[in-house]
T-cell receptor
Framework: DGGITQSPKYLFRKEGQNVTLSCEQN?????MYWYRQDPGQGLRLIYY???????QKGDIAEGYSVSREKKESFPLTVTSAQKNPTAFYLC???????????FGPGTRLTVL | AQKITQTQPGMFVQEKEAVTLDCTYD???????LFWYKQPSSGEMIFLIY??????QNATEGRYSLNFQKARKSANLVISASQLGDSAMYFC????????????????FGQGTILTVHP
């Protein structure tokens, strides 16, 4: 089955620790995206990548980093520089930039 | 800059009735796309329907239709024959379509509307 997987579903970390969220897709999509969602809010774009080995900052990139070494993978690292990292993180992918984005199930990160 | 406004924090509808969820947008891009997504309590974002800014007809997908009024910059979602499983948060989103533009491929989301379907 084609789709987008994110792991883990729930993640707990201590303050000051870096943490990496996984996102994998087997849809052969070129573009991948990371969004953050806070309670009762819409999604905000963190980073996006249109092709392998290239990525751009979104609206709230501070305190986050990404890599795109393979077409199917786009991991997100939440660094200790992120002031308020507790949130729901959603990964998405699409064929090209303007095409419909399809989302993974999300990772709920709680920093204690 | 792009902006999406959803003015209804919550909506209630009786099962089997139709409901309209409002969405207005603002953009300077001549070409853009409008999307609606459903987010159940599980958290996953489910794509429902898409409307291109140059599409002549309103988009329809099963029980979902998009009432696109370009001059008013509105893209309301109409759900016909509501079902209990339609209870969820609904998001309107838009993205620019001009390659090289600052909003190319980037989705901007509204705040969402919580829909509750009563039996």
């Amino acid at each position: 089955d084609g789709g987008i997987t994110q792991s883990p579903k729930y993640l707990f970390r201590k303050e000051g620790q870096n943490v990496t969220l996984s996102c994998e897709q087997n849809l052969n999509h070129d573009a991948m995206y990371w969004y953050r969602q806070d309670p009762g809010q819409g999604l905000r774009l963190i980073y996006y990548s249109q092709i392998v080995n290239d990525f751009q900052k979104g609206d709230i990139a501070e305190g986050y980093s990404v890599s795109r070494e393979k077409k199917e993978s786009f991991p997100l690292t939440v660094t200790s520089a992120q002031k308020n990292p507790t949130a729901f993180y959603l990964c998405a992918s699409s064929w090209q930039g303007p095409d419909t984005q399809y989302f993974g199930p999300g990772t709920r990160l709680t920093v204690l | 800059a792009q902006k999406i406004t959803q003015t209804q924090p919550g909506m209630f509808v009786q099962e089997k009735e139709a409901v309209t969820l409002d969405c207005t947008y603002d953009t300077s891009d001549p070409s853009y796309g409008l999307f609606w997504y459903k987010q159940p309590s599980s958290g996953e974002m489910i794509f429902l329907i898409y409307q291109g800014s140059y599409d002549q007809q309103n988009a329809t997908e099963g029980r979902y239709s998009l009432n696109f009024q370009k001059a008013r910059k509105s893209a309301n979602l109409v759900i016909s024959a509501s079902q209990l499983g339609d209870s969820a948060m609904y998001f309107c989103a838009m993205r620019g379509a001009n390659a090289g533009g600052t909003s190319y491929g980037k989705l901007t989301f509204g705040q969402g509307t919580i829909l509750t379907v009563h039996p």
